[in-house]
Nanobody
Framework: QVQLVESGGGLVQPGGSLRLSCAAS????????IGWFRKAPGKEREGISC????????YDADSVKGRFTISRDNAKNTVYLQLNSLSPEDTGVYYC?????????????????????WGQGTQVTVSS
């Protein structure tokens, strides 16, 4: 059974940091591109950071570029998202999702929100 489980969300003050984890089971992340998506209150879900299966190619949305970093640990079958310099505008539910390596490119995955499997999400709230 394919499953993606996000963790690491919580309440953080503006300027703070969090590290989100996306643990995969039922498949090997080596063969999948993984993306992080965010659903902010009153907004559509957006792709914020995606990483390819093998060469480490990444795509970051302009809204998070320079602040968020996506990485993967294939040995742990886990993908991470480091969130720095958080602002209230980063509040939302963060989802990870996967698509096979032969699927869309990393930018397309993020921009067009193309993924086959989705996690349940983890809440990130940035507030003082």
């Amino acid at each position: 059974q394919v499953q993606l489980v996000e963790s690491g969300g919580g309440l953080v003050q503006p300027g703070g940091s969090l590290r989100l984890s996306c643990a995969a089971s039922g498949f090997t992340v080596d063969y999948y591109a993984i993306g992080w998506f965010r659903k902010a209150p009153g907004k559509e879900r957006e792709g914020i950071s995606c990483i390819s299966s093998s060469d480490g190619n990444t795509y970051d949305a302009d809204s998070v570029k320079g602040r968020f970093t996506i990485s993967r640990d294939n040995a742990k079958n886990t993908v991470y998202l480091q969130l720095n310099s958080l602002s209230p505008e980063d509040t939302g539910v963060y989802y990870c999702a996967s698509t096979p390596k032969w699927g869309p490119t990393v930018p397309a995955m993020c921009v067009m929100k193309l993924a086959d499997y989705w996690g349940q999400g983890t809440q990130v709230t940035v507030s003082s």
